[in-house]
């Protein structure tokens, strides 16, 4: 690599550390402010241009960007606007800088490999604390959710997201990558470490993105490749580990039967589900809280569908379509609408939804597969599926994992797009 390069290798390694742990505001800032200064001097201004007018979903970033801008300027509430805005930088920062550098395809994976192995020991550093912390497994409900990340002062929901996108790193570079049998076997024990943690961190979508991928590329394995005793032998291996850890940690399951109580009532006072406690249809879970809030949320963008209510105003307004159902427990509890895109419809309206989109996902999805970069375009899908559960832009990590992800795993792209 030449010296620019290695600069900004080991100082992308520095973000990455420091985008798992929320208690050094100002180590971070310093760490981002020099990617990103990095980024600026990495190539010339003529040779930005001419990458911007190649990009067109940096255009729509950009353009995305600035409605939130407008969004802010039209409403009432500004100061939470700007509070709002704070967490959205990365949205502008990141396009404008890492989004108009380009590398090879061969750095592009280093940096993907040297995320993948932060993840991993970031996540064995918060295992091995909730262990301590739990007295060694008497207080089981301490390995669990946001109990497990409670250390680095990270949701688990976020640290899913990075979980997934490290195994689908390592899964790529074991079967498409031609490594050597000693770094191979590391891979595969990362991976089958990495996904007993997911399996901990409980995050429902995020658990069904990863075994419904693992389970699609096994069948591709099998008869694609033709590989019928090495994909039996994986799926055996898959099949084996789900059930010891169902046996061991049941908790997890508690989770996913929260999906078979989806009725609600806007008036219930119920308490919230737990992973810890027996879930039942009287209790406000993870599945019908959300589609309370959706169909919140879609009431309020339907006030202003164009533009929408405002970035500084939009939980307000959610809020008071709150009230007008008697939705006491969404006011107590302060809940968002627990969707990233109904939270950009409802602040933005359809245009800045379609600005989003083209920016984000569409023109990204479409260049991923003009280059046949699969690996790229598996982790903007996962990242796609991720926002539908989640306000992803409510967070300063949502927006950083956002921001530098979709623009870094196309700065490989060729030319002639």
């Given at each position: 690599?030449?010296?620019?390069?290695?600069?900004?290798?080991?100082?992308?390694?520095?973000?990455?550390?420091?985008?798992?742990?929320?208690?050094?505001?100002?180590?971070?800032?310093?760490?981002?402010?020099?990617?990103?200064?990095?980024?600026?001097?990495?190539?010339?201004?003529?040779?930005?241009?001419?990458?911007?007018?190649?990009?067109?979903?940096?255009?729509?970033?950009?353009?995305?960007?600035?409605?939130?801008?407008?969004?802010?300027?039209?409403?009432?509430?500004?100061?939470?606007?700007?509070?709002?805005?704070?967490?959205?930088?990365?949205?502008?920062?990141?396009?404008?800088?890492?989004?108009?550098?380009?590398?090879?395809?061969?750095?592009?994976?280093?940096?993907?490999?040297?995320?993948?192995?932060?993840?991993?020991?970031?996540?064995?550093?918060?295992?091995?604390?909730?262990?301590?912390?739990?007295?060694?497994?008497?207080?089981?409900?301490?390995?669990?959710?946001?109990?497990?990340?409670?250390?680095?002062?990270?949701?688990?929901?976020?640290?899913?997201?990075?979980?997934?996108?490290?195994?689908?790193?390592?899964?790529?570079?074991?079967?498409?990558?031609?490594?050597?049998?000693?770094?191979?076997?590391?891979?595969?024990?990362?991976?089958?470490?990495?996904?007993?943690?997911?399996?901990?961190?409980?995050?429902?979508?995020?658990?069904?993105?990863?075994?419904?991928?693992?389970?699609?590329?096994?069948?591709?394995?099998?008869?694609?490749?033709?590989?019928?005793?090495?994909?039996?032998?994986?799926?055996?291996?898959?099949?084996?580990?789900?059930?010891?850890?169902?046996?061991?940690?049941?908790?997890?399951?508690?989770?996913?039967?929260?999906?078979?109580?989806?009725?609600?009532?806007?008036?219930?006072?119920?308490?919230?589900?737990?992973?810890?406690?027996?879930?039942?249809?009287?209790?406000?879970?993870?599945?019908?809280?959300?589609?309370?809030?959706?169909?919140?949320?879609?009431?309020?963008?339907?006030?202003?569908?164009?533009?929408?209510?405002?970035?500084?105003?939009?939980?307000?307004?959610?809020?008071?379509?709150?009230?007008?159902?008697?939705?006491?427990?969404?006011?107590?509890?302060?809940?968002?609408?627990?969707?990233?895109?109904?939270?950009i419809l409802m602040s933005t309206g359809i245009i800045g939804l379609l600005?989003?989109?083209?920016?984000?996902?569409?023109?990204?999805?479409?260049?991923?597969?003009?280059?046949?970069?699969?690996?790229?375009?598996?982790?903007?899908?996962?990242?796609?599926?991720?926002?539908?559960?989640?306000?992803?832009?409510?967070?300063?990590?949502?927006?950083?994992?956002?921001?530098?992800?979709?623009?870094?795993?196309?700065?490989?792209?060729?030319?002639?797009?």
């Amino acid at each position: 690599m030449t010296r620019k390069e290695n600069i900004l290798y080991y100082l992308l390694l520095l973000f990455f550390a420091v985008l798992f742990y929320a208690h050094t505001d100002t180590i971070n800032g310093v760490i981002i402010g020099c990617v990103l200064l990095c980024a600026l001097l990495f190539n010339p201004i003529k040779e930005k241009w001419q990458l911007l007018q190649q990009r067109k979903h940096i255009i729509f970033m950009v353009l995305f960007f600035a409605m939130i801008g407008v969004s802010l300027m039209l409403s009432d509430n500004k100061d939470r606007g700007f509070r709002y805005l704070d967490t959205r930088l990365a949205l502008f920062y990141f396009p404008v800088t890492i989004g108009l550098i380009s590398i090879s395809k061969t750095l592009k994976e280093k940096i993907l490999l040297g995320f993948a192995f932060i993840t991993t020991v970031a996540s064995l550093g918060c295992l091995v604390y909730s262990i301590y912390a739990s007295d060694f497994f008497k207080e089981p409900a301490l390995l669990y959710n946001d109990s497990l990340t409670h250390i680095i002062g990270r949701q688990s929901i976020y640290i899913s997201l990075l979980v997934n996108i490290s195994i689908f790193i390592y899964g790529y570079f074991i079967f498409f990558k031609n490594i050597k049998r000693e770094k191979k076997l590391l891979y595969t024990t990362a991976v089958i470490f990495l996904f007993v943690f997911s399996y901990l961190l409980a995050s429902r979508n995020m658990m069904l993105v990863l075994y419904g991928v693992t389970f699609s590329f096994i069948l591709f394995y099998i008869f694609k490749r033709k590989k019928y005793l090495e994909g039996a032998t994986i799926l055996m291996a898959m099949v084996m580990a789900i059930f010891f850890v169902f046996k061991f940690f049941p908790q997890t399951i508690n989770r996913f039967k929260e999906l078979t109580y989806t009725e609600f009532n806007f008036k219930s006072m119920g308490k919230e589900s737990h992973y810890n406690m027996e879930v039942n249809a009287d209790q406000w879970n993870g599945a019908n809280f959300r589609l309370a809030a959706w169909q919140c949320g879609w009431n309020v963008f339907l006030q202003q569908p164009l533009v929408g209510v405002g970035l500084g105003d939009k939980q307000n307004e959610l809020v008071k379509e709150y009230a007008s159902k008697d939705f006491e427990f969404g006011i107590v509890t302060k809940k968002n609408v627990h969707n990233n895109y109904l939270d950009i419809l409802m602040s933005t309206g359809i245009i800045g939804l379609l600005l989003f989109l083209f920016g984000w996902i569409v023109l990204p999805v479409y260049y991923t597969i003009k280059n046949r970069d699969w690996l790229a375009l598996l982790i903007i899908g996962t990242i796609g599926l991720a926002m539908f559960t989640e306000v992803y832009f409510d967070r300063t990590m949502g927006g950083m994992v956002v921001g530098f992800f979709i623009p870094f795993l196309l700065v490989d792209l060729k030319k002639n797009n």
